[in-house]
């Protein structure tokens, strides 16, 4: 019991402590107080409800706050079990009123009270089957901010929930007591980021850094990942940028008891990619190329129908497994089926309901990717699971095919090649096609704040005629160098126009601190270049050089000069030509003082 909790029973008045006198008056007063609402968690590329999460209301009725300083008092009087029923069957039979048949019921449980194994798996079970709720449509939530103090015994339940055909979901990953033995053992099907993690993403790339890895590793496990807490469409494009599955918050609906105001599909979602208009990567022409539309089967068939799909495409090794949404959870491999078939009564035994064994039991987990997704990410996931024949691939959100392990790596090849013909051969940066690639991108995503920067060399010219052109081709890589290893491992797009021209392209980053970097670029580089001079130049701090009408003319040494536009987030469309105009500007006003640098911000 917490000192919030002992504080708020002190102050408990008569009529409340009477109240609370006996386990039947508790709940009955819990009960009359308390009621749950509802907020959909849906999938980022379609807008569809995946589920919907209860969330207790009413408890500050009852004199207590925050929410668990109730739970906190029924678990010192022991009556934690009892009240989680009660509350339990509450939000089942809210949500069996719900319309549809394919969402979720998210619902939260104290893991207290798991970590007791007290029957938890049983208990929502039957009860499941008493609403008349597939328990296929159950999740349960378990905080990672509460301890597990008994592990075992939790893992206990868990591990009967999801035989038992529910699903899990780690709450509030990142906030508390690891889970990774959880994990490790009893994978969730779903894990939760907690909002702090979420709140200003856009914005922080220690944390964008700090979430790809996290999403990384959930999609080599195969488990889909929550953004919680998503208030902002800057936070929904950037968790939507770095694999998130579903997404949960006040931009998707704020929880509500009106269940008649829920929806199946959430507008602004659509209304958001929509207005994005762009390709995620520009893999996805080469993605479909390869992808194997192979028929899938849905996890509730029967085993006799799962050999009856083997045996009309005698052809095919594998199936893709799909729920009733079509979102895939699997594979089933005919390798898989043959210990059955060639046992004596093995397929008879398969095929016999009394035995128990669904598809869903024989599903092979395998990694899934959306169509969008890079080729290179695609591969870095496949190559975390040996175990897996490939990757079963999405689009918005649903099964749209699978891409084995040679479709992959020819992918690859393909890239590879078509980034060969664009790439400049001296600095091995991209090219002007992907540049434009990125500037469209740029320009079509106005949530976001977007810094495109130029850069051009001074008195390149007289270098190269003096020195020659390979210290000038020098020259070029060593600012190639220098620009990889400011910015490149923060996730900034960096280019070679061309010549002595550079472009970097930076997303959700501050503006004061961009410019510092690309400040700091430019001192090194001025820095550095001059060891590439004789001593007499160096010394002089100019070069004597045939200017372009030919006369012998004085120029300082070699410098970087840039020009940086900043794109803020929430602004009005911007015409690409404008965008042009005004970064010839900055270059021309860099070369003209003394910093070599001038930004602009463009609203």
Request: with cysteine; glycine share 8%.
């Amino acid at each position: 019991m917490t000192k919030e909790t002992e504080a708020v029973v002190i102050r408990l008045d008569d009529a409340r402590s009477r109240a609370f006198a006996s386990l039947e008056a508790f709940l009955a007063t819990v009960d009359q107080a308390t009621a749950y609402a509802f907020q959909p968690i849906v999938h980022f590329d379609t807008g569809i409800a995946h589920g919907y999460e209860a969330l207790l209301r009413g408890v500050d009725r009852l004199g207590l706050s925050p929410i668990g300083a109730l739970f906190d008092l029924a678990h010192h009087r022991g009556w934690l079990g009892p009240l989680e029923r009660l509350l339990q069957n509450k939000a089942i039979d809210a949500f069996a009123a719900l319309p549809g048949d394919t969402a979720r019921l998210f619902l939260n449980v104290d893991a207290r009270r798991v970590a007791a194994a007290e029957g938890v798996a049983e208990e929502i079970a039957e009860r499941l089957d008493a609403a008349g709720i597939d328990r296929d449509r159950f999740c349960l939530e378990i905080p990672e901010t509460q301890d597990l103090a008994t592990g075992d015994g939790a893992l206990g339940v868990f591990r009967r929930l999801k035989e038992a055909g529910c699903h899990l979901a780690l709450d509030d990953f990142g906030q508390g007591y690891s889970r990774l033995r959880l994990l490790h053992e009893h994978q969730p099907d779903y894990v939760k980021i907690d909002r702090y993690f979420i709140s200003g993403i856009s914005a922080e790339p220690k944390k964008r850094l700090f979430l790809s890895r996290i999403v990384d590793v959930m999609q080599v496990l195969g488990i889909r990942m929550i953004a919680e807490g998503v208030e902002t469409e800057a936070e929904f494009r950037t968790c939507k940028d770095l694999g998130f599955d579903l997404a949960q918050g006040f931009l998707i609906q704020h929880p509500t008891i009106d269940r008649t105001t829920l929806r199946s599909v959430y507008p602004i979602v659509e209304r958001i990619n929509h207005q994005e208009r762009r390709n995620r990567s520009g893999d996805v022409g080469l993605v479909r190329e390869q992808i194997e539309t192979l028929p899938p089967l849905l996890a509730e068939l029967d085993m006799v129908e799962v050999f009856e799909a083997f045996r009309r495409h005698g052809e095919l090794t594998l199936f893709p497994v799909i729920d009733r949404d079509g979102v895939p959870i699997g594979v089933i491999r005919d390798v898989d089926l043959k210990t059955y078939v060639y046992s004596p009564f093995g397929r008879d035994l398969m095929a016999n309901k009394t035995y128990g064994k669904r598809l869903r039991d024989l599903v092979l987990p395998c990694p899934v990717a959306a169509i969008e997704t890079p080729i290179e990410k695609i591969l870095e996931v496949f190559a975390h699971r040996t175990d897996s024949p490939g990757i079963l691939m999405v689009e918005h959100g649903r099964y749209a095919g699978f891409m084995s392990s040679i479709a992959i790596l020819r992918a690859v090849h393909e890239k590879n090649l078509a980034a060969a013909r664009d790439q400049n051969p001296l600095t091995r940066l991209p090219g002007n096609l992907s540049i434009g690639d990125w500037v469209s991108g740029a320009l079509a995503d106005t949530s976001t704040t977007r810094i495109l920067a130029y850069f051009d060399f001074d008195n390149f010219k007289p270098f190269n005629d003096a020195y020659g052109f390979r210290q000038g081709d020098r020259a070029i890589q060593l600012f190639a160098e220098l620009m990889q290893k400011a910015f490149a491992g923060d996730g900034a797009f960096l280019g070679h126009i061309g010549g002595d021209d550079f472009f970097a392209g930076f997303t959700g980053d501050d503006p004061v601190a961009t410019t510092a970097r690309v400040r700091d670029v430019l001192g090194q580089f001025q820095h550095e270049v001059e060891s590439f001079y004789e001593p007499e130049a160096r010394c002089l701090g100019y070069l004597e050089a045939a200017a372009r009408d030919g006369l012998v003319r004085r120029f300082e040494l070699l410098t970087c000069s840039a020009g940086m536009l900043v794109l803020p987030a929430g602004r009005d469309p911007v015409p690409a030509d404008r965008v042009m105009a005004e970064i010839a500007r900055l270059k021309k006003q860099a070369k003209g003082n003394d910093r070599r640098l001038a930004t602009s911000e463009l609203t």
